[in-house]
């Protein structure tokens, strides 16, 4: 099946940026997706990139995509203690029904 | 905009007993809606995909008659685990979709099994 691959952990300090990487293997990808999950919650929508996009910016965020190497980052500025939480990589194919393959996602740590 | 609930948050029950998980797209029409299901400092896994008014869509290996999957509006899932065990006790959480672009999670219920 398709992988989704993500680094397990990230420690960074209160007010740098933080850079969590993902890579996919599906070349027919259409969109990919980040989201944040917070302990004992569901996952939150933090921004999402279609697959003919290089970069998109949103606040704090921003999302760059490099499609020949399968390569999707996210890049968190001025990155606070409330950002502390598990981010999730997700992959939504061609033809996948809607269908989302999900790293295993990235614990970033913020610390003071 | 873009809220999804779920109902319960969590729930205890006695093995073999039967428990009913309800999702809903509160602000908007959920076409298709996910079940995934997550274990500890895991990713989630999809259990389920279901569409309004049609059968939903198992994943291989997950049992359709242990996991019972209503799909009736399109704002309203439900999944129904029947005659719960141990091995059952999990965090359940549901998605929503409208568009085929994004998919809205809801809050998760926390289910343990006795």
Redo the contacts between chains.
Sequence with gaps: GEDVEQSLFLSVREGDSSVINCTYTDSSSTYLYWYKQEPGAGLQLLTYIFSNMDMKQDQRLTVLLNKKDKHLSLRIADTQTGDSAIYFCAEKGADSWGKLQFGAGTQVVVTP | G?V?S?HPSWVICKSGTSVKIECRSLDFQAT?M?WYRQFPK???M?MA?SNEGSKA?YEQGVEKDKFLINHASLTLSTLTVTSAHPEDSSFY?C?A?GD?????????T?LLVL
Excluded at chain 2, 100 to 108: A, C, L, R
Aim: aromatic share 12%; net charge neutral.
């Design positions: 873009a999804v779920q298709t996910f895991q990713s989630l999809l995909t869509t959480i998605s979709s085929q672009e994004t998919q809205y999670f809801g809050p998760g926390r």
